[in-house]
């Protein structure tokens, strides 16, 4: 079942830049596509998708817990990483990584390390 998480992907929008609607809805579609892939790949089930931004997730029938864990951080660490390559931090201020209502020189690398910083931190607390 895919679910469409309206709130989510406001609250997402809100948190994460208002002005990088687009750069927010396509990074969220990869981190969900890769907990995707990482249940196909583990050989699960999929039972479960909730495409909601920063609040999305991927749920499973998997065999071990640990597997659990690694698909819910596997989305989040793509993000993270796709931001590091792409130079996120490079080009920014410090200042204005925290603040969503600036402007930024580099939006697909600052909004990817956004959304897999609060997504790792999110997973986790679904997780416990």
């Known amino acids: 079942m895919i679910l469409l ?3 989510g992907l406001f609250l997402s929008i809100v948190f ?3 002005f990088y609607l687009f750069y927010i809805i396509f990074v969220a579609f ?3 596509i890769v ?3 990482t249940i196909l790949f583990l050989h699960g089930d999929i039972y479960h998708v909730l495409f909601g931004g920063i ?3 991927t749920l499973g029938v998997l065999s071990g817990n640990e597997q659990y864990v690694l698909v819910a951080l596997s989305g989040p660490a793509i993000c993270m ?3 590091m390559i792409s130079g996120g931090l490079k080009r920014e201020h410090r200042k204005q990584f925290f603040n969503p209502f600036t402007r930024v020189s580099d939006p ?5 390390l956004r959304l897999g910083l609060v997504s790792t931190f999110l997973s ?3 997780l416990l």
């Open 5 to 7: 998480d309206f709130v």
């Open 16 to 18: 994460l830049g208002p």
């Open 30 to 32: 990869i981190q969900e």
């Open 35 to 37: 907990r995707i892939l």
């Open 55 to 57: 609040f999305g997730n």
């Open 81 to 83: 990483l796709m931001g």
């Open 108 to 112: 697909l690398g600052v909004i990817s």
């Open 124 to 126: 986790i607390w679904q």
